[in-house]
């Protein structure tokens, strides 16, 4: 089992920043991938971007891309994310995610941060 903590979520003007942090524990980290997603008010949860277990390889939605940058710090078994140019569309529940393979399906999941963007 993996769980995962997110937190750095708050209310935030458009066009400021917000890091969020998803603290895992339970097993070796650095064997996982790692991802975050989101959901608004109304709306199905959507990806938004991830992270090879290597810290190298990214991936980004394309309505985040050059906005948001995901990180990780093995050693502290922590991934990031780290949102600028915040826009309201941006509003949601933010979740980390884990998986240990390239292909299956998110199994474990935090339980959400909320990020509010006001215009």
């Known amino acids: 089992q993996v769980q995962l903590v997110e937190s750095g979520g708050g209310l935030v003007q458009a066009g400021g920043s917000l890091r969020l942090s998803c603290v895992a524990s339970?097993?070796?980290?650095?064997?996982?991938?790692m991802a975050w997603f989101r959901q608004a008010a109304g709306k199905e949860r959507e990806y938004v971007a991830a992270?090879?277990?290597?810290?190298?390889?990214?991936y980004y939605a394309d309505s985040v891309k050059g906005r948001f940058t995901v990180s990780r710090a093995n050693a502290k078994n922590t991934v990031y994310l780290q949102m600028n140019s915040l826009k309201p569309e941006d509003t949601a529940v933010y979740y980390c995610?884990?998986?240990?393979?390239?292909?299956?399906?998110?199994?474990?999941w935090g339980q959400g941060t909320q990020v509010t963007v006001s215009s």
């Open positions: 992270i090879h277990r290597n810290g190298v390889i990214t």
């Open positions: 339970g097993r070796t980290f650095s064997n996982y991938n």
């Open positions: 995610a884990a998986r240990n393979s390239d292909d299956s399906p998110y199994e474990y």
